[in-house]
C-alpha cells in the first residue's frame, strides 16, 4: 500500500521536533509524513532506513528547479524523532489543496480550466525535466497541489522521494489513489522511469480529473500489474466531448503506450501555445 | 536493353584511400567554367569576404567582391543559422577523388537554389591524412557547416556489413585499432583538421543488446559534450543497422531515448541499406521508409536537428518530414551507406547514366538522349551540363557532377506559398506523372516513387 492515513508520530513529537509551537498533519505516504508548520510543509522521512544518498540526489535535483510550478524547497535538514535522526524536508506551503481531494468531493474542471492545469503542469515538467533531467516519478493527484485554488496554478509536489511503491497490484481505492494506477507501462513493467513516464502521470491525471474516472482503470478493481499494463495498451476510456481542440490532441498524446509518441513537456506546450 | 550491371560507383563505395589528384580535374574545371558566364558573389556570415558562385573561380573566395560582380541577396550562412533555421542542409561527402570540384558544386547548390539550401563539407576522419581533409575543408568556403566524421562502426564490423579496415587508415586513425574511444581525444582530432560541427564516435548501434547499445551510444555521446569548449557545437552520431528503422520494438526503443535525452539537440544518424541496392537508386522497403519519416516527424516535433548523411534523394525526401540535413557525394557512396558485399573485380565499365530532375531518378543514356530530343523537353541549366553535351564522349565525372547539383538543388523547391512538404509531395506526383508517360523499362523505372507517393 502506497499511503497511510495516519501520522507515524504524534503532532506534540513532531511540534517538539521541529522546535514549533504547533503542527497540522497533511498527509502521509509510503516512506514519510508532512505536516504543516506555519507557512512551511515539512516531510518527514518516516521508514527507518531511507537510503540517505537518495535524499541527498532529490535534494539536489529540487534545488536546481526554479518554478512556479514546483514546490520550492526552502530546507533540508534532520530531526530526532521517534528516537532516531530522520532527514526533514521544509518546502513552502502551497495553500489551496491537492487534486486528490477534489476528485473525491466529485469537482469536474471545466474545459478552461483543464486546459490551464494541463498548461501549468506541462510547465512546471518542462522546468523540472530541464533541470539536469530530473524526473518527478509519482506524478499522481494527491502529489500536485493547486496555489490559492487556482487551477492555472498547479504546483508538482512530493519529488522522487516515492520513487518506488510497495503495491502489489493496481487498485483504485474509493477516496484514497495509491501510486500504481498512474504508472507509465514502461514503470508497469519494471522498466526505469523516464521523462516519458512523467508526462503519462500528467495525462492520466488531467484525464481524470477531466472526466471524473481514471481512464484506464475501474474504481474498486483490483488488477495485477500484467492485467493493468493489458488495459493501458487496449487504450484509454474517451475524454468529454467538452475537450476539444489542441488539449485533446496533447492528452491523447500523453497516455500513448510508445514513449516517444507522448512528446516532451515543451513539445507539447508548443502544441497547447500554438493552438 | 536495360543494362543491369552495376558500375564503378558502387567498386569504389568503399575506397578509403584518396587516389593522386587527376591532372585532368583542373582541366575539366576550366572547361565548366568556360560555359558560365554570369559570375555572382555572396558574402560570407562573418563579413570576412564574398565567395564566388558562378563564373570562373566559383567555389572560391575573394576579400573583397571585385566592381562588376553581381551582389547575391543572401549570404552564406554561418554553422548555426545552417543548423537552426530551418533551411535544409545539403551535406556533401569528400569524394575520393575530384575533390578538386567540389567547392563549384557547392557553390552552385547555393546560387540555384538562392541560399534557401546551405552546405556542409563532411570529410571522415579515416579517410585521409589532416593535412588532406583540411585543405579540402578550407577549400570549400561556401560550406557553412564542416564535419569530419570519425567513423566509429569501422571498430563493429559484427554489427555491420563494412569491409576490413585498411593498413593506411589504421595509420592515420589509431583509434581504429583500439576497444575504446576516447571520445574527448576524438573531439579534438575533429577540432584539428577544422570541424565546426562536432559528431560523437558513431559506433555502430548492436540490435541484439538494444537497450545497452542506446546506453553506450548516449553515454559517449555526453563524455564528448563535456569535451566541448565555448561556443562548440556537438551531433550525437549514430550508425544503425536498417532493422532500428524498421522494426517496430527496436524503434520505439531508439525513438524514446532520443526524446527522453534532450541535451543533444542534433542528431546525425546513418543507416545501413542493403547491398543489393543499385548505385545511385533509392530503397523501396517501405517499412525502412516509414521509419525514416517517423524519425524525421519526431526531430520535427521536438525541435532537433535532423542530419542523415549518405542517404542522397532518399534523405532529401525526408525533408518533407522534418529532416533538416541529407547527404550526397560524387560517386554513389555518398548517396548510400550500403553493406559491403565481396565479389566485383573492378572490370566492369561504367554504365552511362544521367539523373533525370522530371524522373527524379538516373536513368541510361539512351533514355535521356530520347528523353532529350523531344521538343519539349526542358534542357538543364545546371554549370556542368552544356560542358557533358558538348563533348563528343560521355563523361562520367560530369554526369555525377550533374545529379550531385540536382540532388542539392531540390532541396530549395521551395517558395513562401509552398513549404517544403508540400513542394515535395508535388515533386514526387509530377514525377510520377512524368515517369507514366515515358517508355521506361528495367533499371530506368523509378520504382522508389509509388513508395514515396503514399508516404507523403
Not at chain 1, 522546468?127 to 506524478?139: F, K, Q, V, Y
Amino acid at each position: 500500500m502506497g499511503r497511510v492515513n495516519a501520522p507515524r508520530f504524534s503532532a506534540e513529537d513532531v511540534a517538539v521536533a521541529l522546535s514549533v509551537e504547533s503542527v497540522d498533519f497533511l498527509g502521509a505516504g509510503a516512506f514519510g509524513d508532512t505536516w504543516r508548520a506555519g507557512d512551511t510543509a515539512v516531510k518527514i522521512i518516516c521508514v527507518d532506513g531511507y537510503p540517505p544518498e537518495r535524499v541527498g540526489r532529490e535534494v539536489a535535483g529540487l534545488l536546481r528547479v526554479d518554478s512556479d510550478h514546483v514546490v520550492k524547497l526552502l530546507a533540508a535538514e534532520s530531526v530526532t524523532l521517534g528516537g532516531q535522526i530522520r532527514p526533514a524536508l521544509t518546502f513552502e506551503y502551497i495553500d489551496g489543496g491537492d487534486l486528490e481531494a477534489r476528485f473525491n468531493d466529485g469537482v469536474v474542471p471545466t474545459p478552461a480550466q483543464t486546459r490551464d492545469l494541463l498548461l501549468g503542469l506541462l510547465r512546471g515538467l518542462a522546468d523540472l525535466h530541464a533541470a539536469d533531467g530530473t524526473l518527478h516519478r509519482d506524478i499522481k493527484p494527491p502529489n500536485i497541489a493547486l496555489r490559492d485554488g487556482d487551477w492555472a496554478q498547479p504546483v508538482l509536489l512530493d519529488l522522487g522521494l516515492a520513487r518506488s511503491t510497495t503495491e502489489t497490484t493496481v487498485t483504485m481505492y474509493p477516496g484514497r489513489l495509491g501510486t500504481a494506477p498512474w504508472m507509465a507501462p514502461e514503470q508497469l513493467r519494471a522498466q526505469p522511469a523516464r521523462k516519458a513516464s512523467d508526462l503519462f502521470g500528467v495525462g492520466v491525471t488531467v484525464r481524470t480529473l477531466a472526466s471524473g474516472e481514471h481512464p484506464f482503470y475501474e474504481p474498486g478493481a483490483d488488477y495485477t500489474y500484467d492485467e493493468a499494463l493489458a488495459q493501458v495498451l487496449a487504450g484509454p476510456k474517451p475524454l468529454p466531448e467538452t475537450i476539444t481542440g489542441s488539449v485533446r490532441t496533447v492528452l491523447d498524446l500523453l497516455v500513448r503506450p510508445a514513449e516517444f509518441e507522448r512528446g516532451s513537456a515543451r513539445s507539447n506546450l508548443r502544441r497547447l501555445e500554438q493552438a | 536493353m536495360p543494362n543491369d550491371n552495376t558500375d564503378d560507383s558502387d567498386l569504389v563505395e568503399w575506397d578509403d584511400e584518396p587516389a593522386a589528384q587527376d591532372d585532368d580535374d583542373s582541366a575539366l574545371e576550366t572547361e565548366v567554367a568556360g560555359f558560365t558566364t554570369t559570375t555572382e558573389v555572396a558574402e560570407l556570415a562573418d563579413g570576412t569576404g564574398h565567395v564566388i558562385l558562378s563564373g570562373p573561380g566559383a567555389g572560391t573566395t575573394v576579400a573583397q567582391a571585385p566592381d562588376g560582380l553581381t551582389r547575391a541577396e543572401f549570404p552564406i550562412r554561418g554553422r548555426d543559422a545552417a543548423l537552426t533555421s530551418g533551411s535544409p542542409l545539403f551535406l556533401v561527402h569528400f569524394p575520393h577523388q575530384k575533390r578538386d570540384l567540389m567547392p563549384r558544386l557547392l557553390a552552385s547548390v547555393v546560387a540555384a537554389t538562392r541560399g534557401k539550401v546551405s552546405t556542409a563539407a563532411a570529410v571522415a576522419l579515416p579517410r585521409g591524412t589532416d593535412t588532406a581533409l583540411t585543405g579540402w575543408m578550407d577549400s570549400c568556403p561556401a560550406a557553412s557547416v564542416r564535419i569530419a566524421d570519425p567513423l566509429g562502426y569501422m571498430l563493429d564490423p559484427t554489427i555491420v556489413r563494412i569491409p576490413e579496415t585498411s593498413d593506411r587508415a589504421l595509420g592515420w586513425r589509431p583509434y581504429l585499432g583500439e576497444d575504446t574511444i576516447d571520445a574527448a581525444a576524438l573531439v579534438d582530432m575533429q577540432r584539428q583538421v577544422g570541424a565546426n560541427l562536432l559528431l560523437s564516435s558513431g559506433r555502430a548501434l548492436d540490435s541484439a543488446e538494444p537497450q545497452e547499445a542506446l546506453n553506450g551510444a548516449f553515454s559517449e555521446g555526453d563524455d564528448a559534450l563535456a569535451a566541448l569548449e565555448a561556443d562548440e557545437r556537438l551531433a550525437l552520431n549514430l550508425t544503425l543497422t536498417a532493422s532500428w528503422l524498421s522494426n517496430a520494438t527496436l524503434r520505439d526503443k531508439l525513438f524514446s531515448q532520443l526524446l527522453d535525452q534532450e541535451q543533444f539537440d542534433t542528431w546525425h544518424i546513418r543507416v545501413q541499406w542493403q547491398s543489393s541496392l543499385r548505385s545511385f537508386h533509392q530503397p523501396t522497403d517501405i517499412a525502412l521508409l516509414a521509419g525514416y519519416k517517423r524519425l524525421a516527424q519526431l526531430a520535427k516535433d521536438e525541435g532537433r536537428t535532423l542530419l542523415l548523411p549518405q542517404t542522397g534523394l532518399t534523405g532529401w525526401l525526408q525533408l518533407a518530414f522534418g529532416a533538416t540535413g541529407y547527404g550526397a557525394g560524387l560517386f554513389g557512396s555518398g548517396h548510400a551507406f550500403k553493406e559491403h558485399s565481396r565479389g566485383g573485380n573492378g572490370a566492369i565499365p561504367e554504365v552511362e547514366r544521367y539523373f533525370e530532375p522530371t524522373l527524379l531518378h538516373i536513368v541510361e543514356r539512351a533514355v535521356h538522349d530520347a528523353m532529350r530530343a523531344r521538343p519539349d523537353y526542358v534542357r538543364c541549366d545546371c554549370p556542368y551540363c552544356p560542358a557533358l553535351h558538348a563533348r563528343p564522349d560521355w563523361d562520367h565525372t560530369l554526369a555525377h557532377l550533374h545529379m550531385l547539383h540536382w540532388v542539392g538543388r531540390l532541396g530549395g523547391i521551395t517558395s513562401p506559398s509552398r513549404p517544403i512538404e508540400r513542394a515535395i509531395r508535388q515533386s514526387v506526383r509530377d514525377a510520377v506523372r512524368t515517369a507514366d508517360g515515358e517508355p521506361l523499362a528495367g533499371v530506368n523505372v523509378p520504382r522508389h516513387l509509388p513508395v514515396w507517393d503514399q508516404l507523403l
